[in-house]
């Protein structure tokens, strides 16, 4: 069998207070990070988890977080890197449907939009503290197909959907298998950093902080179990460490 490739694509950086990363902390410092997604070159499908923000969107209604993102760091010219057009993407898979992580989502108009039920009726009537993260709805363009689930879902062989809400409220981990390295545990938005893994500090961004702190348990218990290296969402010096698109995970 055809190992997967995994690809991770550079969507640039937003900047959010230090109190935002993790809740209550080291209020007024201001914290540069990056946005990325994750293509998976698997034999059954090509898969896409989160799609970046939207430069003009955020331009335009979040200025404040002061977007650096080049036209390479868009997500056509990032499925370019790969070899791909944005029409070749099967299935897409948003770990939750905030801004910074569904601004590709309307590129990809042959692709199934996997979705957590819950999520994509939030997104459609946020609560008034959840607005500004839902407030690029271009994911729901018109025709978009979308495919409603919910629990835990294996996508394709050894690729694999684990609920993790808290953040929002049907945020989705990614872990993908591979035949001759290690497992890789994509956190999304459920953490975004080690310290939060380390010291089970939760983001100030949640619907359910408690909920937040059970989603970061369960992805400790995951990395543990499954053999699997962690990648948080939105951390500068542990993006920096990894490899990017044109460069790949696994495919041996
Ligand atoms: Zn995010």
């Not at 495919?147 to 835990?152: E, L």
Request: hydrophobic content about 35%; glycine content about 6%; aromatic content about 12%.
């Amino acid at each position: 069998m055809t190992d997967s490739k995994v690809y991770l694509l550079d969507g640039g950086t937003l900047v959010i207070d230090a109190s935002d990363v993790h809740w209550h902390i080291d209020a007024g410092t201001p914290v540069r990070f990056p946005v990325y997604s994750v293509l998976i070159e698997h034999p059954d499908a090509l898969i896409l988890y989160d799609t970046g923000y939207d430069l003009d969107h955020v331009n335009a209604v979040l200025p404040f977080e002061l977007p650096l993102q080049t036209p390479e760091q868009t997500i056509p010219a990032q499925l370019a890197l790969c070899g791909y057009k944005p029409e070749d993407v099967d299935i897409v898979i948003n770990s939750h449907f905030h801004f910074d992580h569904v601004g590709g989502n309307k590129y990809l108009t042959n692709a199934t939009t996997l979705v957590h039920k819950e999520e994509l009726r939030h997104a459609k009537v946020p609560e008034p503290f959840e607005r500004l993260g839902y407030s690029d709805v271009s994911f729901d363009y018109p025709g978009v197909t979308y495919r409603p689930i919910s629990g835990d879902y294996e996508i394709v062989p050894g690729v694999w959907l684990f609920e993790t809400p808290g953040h929002t409220i049907g945020h989705y981990s990614l872990l993908v298998e591979l035949q001759n390295e290690r497992s890789m545990l994509f956190c999304g938005d459920a953490a975004y950093t080690r310290t939060t893994l380390e010291k089970e500090w939760i983001a100030g961004f949640h619907l359910d902080p408690t909920k937040s702190v059970e989603a970061i348990r369960r992805l400790n218990y995951l990395a543990r179990t499954r053999d699997a290296d962690v990648y948080p969402s939105h951390e500068l010096e542990s993006y920096e460490q990894w490899k990017v698109a044109p460069q790949f995970y696994g495919g041996s």
